[in-house]
């Protein structure tokens, strides 16, 4: 009986226990959200490149490695000469390894010379293959496949010529030697989206009439002659290497590392990508941390409420204490009442997620390449809507605490 | 029988030390009604607090129904007053949100012992509205905030003597009344303390209501203030 009166009690005051309630979903669905979204995004981060056992090149940090390699940003240190490449991929253990070839831009976005083979062996996210929305693999020296964001930022079709700049952020450009777009990749959420592909020749070839860093004077050699030379590269920036047997992961990275002619390195991805993880997760922490302080401030929204709504209540206390309930009783039920709104609030909050979700996930997907699963609450969730209960239950000790005060000093009448 | 309320030597002060009240010797013989009188401000509210339970003595006893309220662990003491007191304030008596028919139930909740004097709540609380002169429509379906303050005061009525605890404890219930309904309500709520064989305690400034009463107890009489810087 008590139960249903504090029930009628609160729909007497509905639209402020709605108005509570909601604020209390919409932070509970902002944490959960949150959550998801940070694992998704770890998913999705650490799905950029599958598939590949190592990673090799130029001795230097393994995350600065991973960042040229794969994710293109930063400087290249040093090149892999074509001879250490060579002796590499002839060892028996390596089933397969493509080079890469970094050190030129078109605008914003990186070009990288690369073998055919390096669209059969690129994997992310499990495994999935790279696909074509238009077009083909470059066959010819001069032609280019294009990632999905250089297409739509450049607003790139096939067959268009593009030019590639010398180095990085630079304005010298390979004039003489201008590229076709042959193929423009479907959207992975990965680096390639980002990404100039050109064979690995065709690196070597812009870079004929160059050295150190300047055209040689003189007319440029043309591409037909470019066509007919020997243009096997003297030196490549990296490479993915697959291996025979997983056994021989580690072995190999070993010989790479310990490489006599070159100080060369190897690195696992999944590890390399765990530790790159590990530093931008301060970002995902600051996250969370905000999306705490929402929670927060919807439940101090909420003891304002019940302490605001105290005085109109003490009527209501004086009759309670006068049939018998004590000061126990009626901070019990200020506590319960904070309860049922903070978990009307959870359930409407844990509903509003997976709306969200829903309503989210394609647009995460295709905008982001976050790929936020939509599976049930894990036990970290559920965790964190019970904190949210607790913590309910805490801040409303504020006004409970109140209401405890004043049925004790009102005596038989209310003052005010 | 022990008398519904006996107090001795009592000694009282409001936190905050501005009024305090001192009752050497109180009495309510059982079965008997009377009537506190005394000026506003003189403690009668104070008193009847004291007698429910609601606020404790500082030193001294409080009898209710034998059983030393003023001793009594809280927990104790809300339950002998839910046991043996029906409370009637002046006005404002009723949950607003709630029915009528719920009010009148309520204390069932916080008492055993008057839940177990009553057979089937909500028939025993009809008959006691019907009683009242209460419309049953009215007291099932209205919420309480549609009643009149003279229904509000009836159903009050019927709250307090639900259960048929000993003691009726009422804080001046006719003030918010017109003369015909003052009337009119004290006959109703005289006849039923008659039947259920009660002691009725109430305040009242009235001295047009005195004829009614056994005992007319002008507060100043038993209770000394103590009003000031304590
Ligand atoms: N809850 C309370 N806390 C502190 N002081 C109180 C409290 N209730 C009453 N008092 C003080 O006790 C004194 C007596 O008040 P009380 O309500 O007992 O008088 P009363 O005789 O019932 O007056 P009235 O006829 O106006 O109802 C007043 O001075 C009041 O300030
Ligand atoms: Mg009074």
Redo the contacts between chains.
Sequence with gaps: ??W??AL??M??RGLTVVLTALAIALSVALVLGVEKLRLGAKISFADTISDTDLIMGARTGGVQLLLYAVFRIGAVPNTISWDSYQQIAARPDVNWIVPISLGDSHRQFRVMGTTPAFFDRYKYRSGRDLTLRDGAVMSDLFEAVIGADVAETLGYQIGDPIVVAHGVASFVQHEDTPFRITGILDKTGTPVDRTVIVGLEAIEAIHVDWQDGAQRPGTPTPPETLRQMELQPKAITAALIGVQSRLQIFTLQRAINEYPSEPLMAIIPGVALQELWGIIGIAETALLAVSVIVVVTALLGMAAMMLAGLSARR??M????????????IMGLLLAEALFIAAIGAVLGIGLLYAGLVVAQPWLDVAYGIFVPISGLTPRDLLTVLAVLVAAALVCLIPAWRAFRIS??D????RN | MAPPVTIRDLRFDWPGGRFGLDVPAFDLPSGAKMMLTGASGAGKSTLLALICGIVQPQAGRVDVAGQPMSGLPPRARDRLRADQIGIIFQQFNLLPYATALDNICLPLRFSPRRRAQVSNPRDDALSLTQALGLPDDLVLRAKSTDLSVGQQQRVAVARALLGAPPLIVADEPTSALDVDAQAEFLDLLFAQVTQMGASLLMVSHDPALAPRFDIVQPLAKIAMPRRGAA
């Design positions: 009986m008590l249903r009166l009628s009690s729909r007497s009527r209501e004086a009759i309670l204490r006068a049939l018998g309930a004590g000061p126990g009783t004790l000093a005596g038989m009448s209310v």
